[in-house]
T-cell receptor
Framework: GENVEQHPSTLSVQEGDSAVIKCTYS??????FPWYKQELGKRPQLIID?????GEKKDQRIAVTLNKTAKHFSLHITETQPEDSAVYFC????????????FGTGTQLKVEL | NAGVMQNPRHLVRRRGQEARLRCSPM?????VYWYRQLPEEGLKFMVY????????ESGMPKERFSAEFPKEGPSILRIQQVVRGDSAAYFC?????????FGSGTRLTVV
């Protein structure tokens, strides 16, 4: 089955700096890669996703890149703000094959003033 | 659209009791997924259901855990004879086919 690895497990940045979180996946059939943000005690919320026919996607301060050959994808947050502090999870899915998401282990992002 | 509704939000059970967690998917969504999140860990897939059918239960423990999604009513995740290791947050997600929306979760504490 699919295996998703995520690094780093914790990340501390100064407000205004950029943050990068990286994930690798094992199943070359995976073709959908969402990122979720989870604040303490709350539900995971989808912040951005990318499909395998696209190499990069951007939404304001958030961008995701995908390298299918190397089987890795990354989340980039620019101009970080304190409200970006949360746990971020990457995930991978084979669409049409049960649509089961396999999650990474999460990155605790702390944006310091 | 009220989103994915889970109840109860918090559930305390003594060891050996049964826990029933309910999930009502978003209107128009026919796919329901259950995930478990242990403290400070990621989300682990448990089971995928469509109305009246279990599609994939590869993540469900072999004993004590069961799930259903009846024709009418919410999806139910049932844990019999709970043990302390069952303490976790259980999230339900629904989908129209692709893309998930998660509920707020049920936090189960076994004492």
């Amino acid at each position: 089955g699919e295996n998703v690895e995520q690094h780093p497990s914790t990340l501390s940045v100064q407000e205004g700096d950029s943050a990068v979180i990286k994930c690798t996946y094992s199943d070359s059939a995976s073709n959908y890669f969402p990122w979720y943000k989870q604040e303490l005690g709350k539900r995971p919320q989808l912040i951005i996703d990318i499909r395998s026919n696209v190499g990069e996607k951007k939404d304001q301060r958030i961008a995701v890149t995908l390298n299918k050959t190397a089987k890795h994808f990354s989340l980039h947050i620019t101009e970080t703000q304190p409200e970006d502090s949360a746990v971020y999870f990457c995930a991978a899915m084979v669409t049409g094959g049960g649509n089961k998401l396999t999650f990474g282990t999460g990155t605790q992002l702390k944006v310091e003033l | 659209n009220a989103g994915v509704m889970q109840n109860p939000r918090h559930l305390v059970r003594r060891r050996g009791q049964e826990a029933r967690l309910r999930c009502s998917p978003m209107k128009g969504h026919s796919h329901v997924y259950w995930y478990r999140q242990l403290p400070e860990e990621g989300l682990k897939f448990m089971v995928y259901l469509q109305k009246e059918n279990i599609i994939d239960e590869s993540g469900m423990p072999k004993e004590r855990f069961s799930a259903e999604f009846p024709k009418e009513g919410p999806s139910i995740l049932r844990i019999q004879q709970v043990v302390r290791g069952d303490s976790a947050a259980y999230f339900c997600a629904s989908s129209p086919g692709q893309g998930y929306t998660f509920g707020s979760g049920t936090r189960l504490t076994v004492v």
